[in-house]
């Protein structure tokens, strides 16, 4: 498996029992892996996601936290790629879903970031928010010189409310636009460490640092061989 793969897996095992954590984890799903459409006229609240566990979790989410029951749908992948992922649709009481979840605001527009009462949380709700974008748009690099952390993000105002989660939960994350899609981006090895365990990938997080101090170790390894030589 990926780091991406384990790490998803590792996350997707995390329940936070508080009732803020889990409103914020998946209003963060939803956010950042599809959000609101327009069906017939009418609000739907709909989330793509790679596998079938998840969305299975994020369809009982929903049931649980709403008392809405959403569909689920298998989407087929196009453009000769391999797999697919799964949909979860809200389209009756997709309005009041998304209002409550605070994805539409008071005047029935769509909130472009994220809803300020997630982002202004406290601490396990704003690892909740991370959690939850990542679980729907993130990505893991292995430790390397190019190693990363990265969320796509819908907007560019989503990602300055996760770059703002970031800082809060003392993580260095930057926001930028990789060939016109937002992303949050973390570079630093520690501070990638840090971001997982925050999250809740603590196992990761421990490998990913095991890691990246043995890769250290022989780059060090060979600069003093290549030194010698020299």
Wanted: hydrophobic share 45%; net charge positive; charged share 25%.
């Amino acid at each position: 498996m990926s780091p991406t793969a384990d790490v998803k897996t590792e996350l997707a095992a995390v329940r936070d029992p508080r009732p803020t954590a889990r409103v914020a984890e998946l209003t963060a799903i939803l956010r950042f892996s599809g959000g609101l459409h327009s069906i017939a006229g009418r609000v739907a609240v709909e989330a793509e996601l790679e596998s079938d566990l998840l969305a299975r979790r994020v369809a009982r989410d929903i049931m649980e936290l709403y008392g809405v029951r959403p569909e689920l749908h298998r989407v087929q992948a196009s453009g000769g790629r391999a797999g697919g992922s799964f949909a979860v649709r809200v389209i009756d009481g997709g309005e009041t879903l998304a209002r409550q979840t605070g994805l539409l605001d008071q005047r029935r527009r769509p909130v472009r970031g994220l809803p300020n009462k997630l982002t202004t949380g406290a601490r396990p709700d704003l690892a909740a928010v991370w959690r939850g974008a990542f679980l729907a748009a993130g990505t893991l690099s292995d430790p390397g010189r190019s190693a990363a952390l990265e969320i796509a993000c819908p907007s560019g105002e989503a990602a300055m409310a996760l770059v703002g989660a970031a800082h809060r939960l003392g993580i260095a994350a930057k926001a930028r636009e990789v060939r016109g899609v937002p992303r949050v981006v973390v570079r630093d090895g520690e501070a990638i460490r840090l971001a997982l365990a925050e999250m809740g990938a603590v196992r990761m997080a421990g490998a990913w640092e095991e890691q990246r101090q043995r890769r250290e170790v022989r780059a060090t390894a060979n600069r003093l061989v290549n030194f010698d030589d020299a």
